[in-house]
C-alpha cells in the first residue's frame, strides 16, 4: 500500500516509516499517489479529504488532545488517535483503514462538453449511441481536457501519451485524433470538442 506519512512528531515518524517499510509498504513524497495518509492535524486531513475523497486519512495527534481528535473526525479523517499509542495498534489501525478504503469504488471520472458525455472510468463516450474508447484515446482526452483553452503541441502529447521522442513522426497523433473526432464530434469535420490550432497542435474545447 501507498501511504503518505506527514506527522509533526519526528521520533514517532521515524517509527512509523520504519515499521511501515518493514512491513511491505511504499512510503511516498507529495500529496498525489497514496492510498493512506497519516498526518499530524484536524486541517490537514480536511485539505487531504477534498482531493483524495477515497483515500484512507489517519490524524495523529499531540498525546491526550481529545479536542483535536474530534475535529480530525469532524473533518473527514477515517481514524484519529494521540501519539500514545503503541506501534502495534498503529500498524493494527494503519491496515483495517486501507482495507475499508480498498472496498470502496473509486468516484467516475465524467466529462461532458458539446453534449457528448465522456466516461474515462469505464472508456466510453455517448452521444446517440455508446462508443468504446482505447487506453490511449482516454489518455488524450485526459491530457487534452486538463488544459482547456490551451494549444497542445503534437510533440507535447508524443512525449506525455505516447511516451516517444518529441521528434518523432508526429502522423500518429493525427490518426489517433481523427479517430477520436469520430466518436466524440457531432460533425467531425467541424469539430467543436477537439479544435485544430493550424501550425500548433490541438485545443481542447471551442
Not at 512491513?23 to 493512506?36: C, S, Y
Request: aromatic share 4%; net charge neutral.
Amino acid at each position: 500500500m501507498r501511504i503518505l506519512v506527514d506527522v509533526a512528531n519526528g521520533r514517532l515518524s521515524a517509527e512509523v516509516i520504519d515499521a511501515l517499510t518493514r512491513a511491505g509498504h511504499t512510503i511516498v513524497r507529495g500529496t498525489h499517489e497514496f492510498e493512506l495518509a497519516l498526518v499530524g492535524t484536524p486541517e490537514a486531513a480536511e485539505a487531504l479529504r477534498r482531493d483524495h475523497p477515497i483515500a484512507a486519512i489517519i490524524v495523529v495527534t499531540k498525546l491526550n488532545d481529545v479536542p483535536a481528535r474530534v475535529r480530525a473526525l469532524e473533518a473527514g479523517a477515517d481514524d484519529a488517535f494521540d501519539s500514545g499509542f503503541a506501534m502495534s495498534q498503529i500498524m493494527a489501525r494503519v491496515g483495517s483503514a486501507g482495507r475499508r478504503a480498498a472496498l470502496t469504488p473509486p468516484p467516475r471520472e465524467l466529462l461532458e462538453i458539446d453534449g457528448c458525455t465522456i466516461d474515462l472510468s469505464a472508456c466510453t463516450a455517448s452521444r446517440s449511441t455508446i462508443e468504446p474508447l482505447t487506453v490511449r484515446e482516454v489518455e488524450v482526452i485526459r491530457w487534452l481536457a486538463a488544459r482547456p483553452g490551451q494549444v497542445v503541441s503534437r510533440a507535447e502529447l508524443l512525449q506525455h501519451v505516447w511516451r516517444v521522442a518529441a521528434g518523432s513522426n508526429t502522423r500518429a497523433v493525427d490518426v489517433a485524433i481523427a479517430g477520436l473526432r469520430a466518436k466524440l464530434e457531432r460533425d467531425p469535420a467541424e469539430p467543436a470538442i477537439i479544435v485544430s490550432v493550424r501550425g500548433a497542435g490541438y485545443r481542447w474545447g471551442s
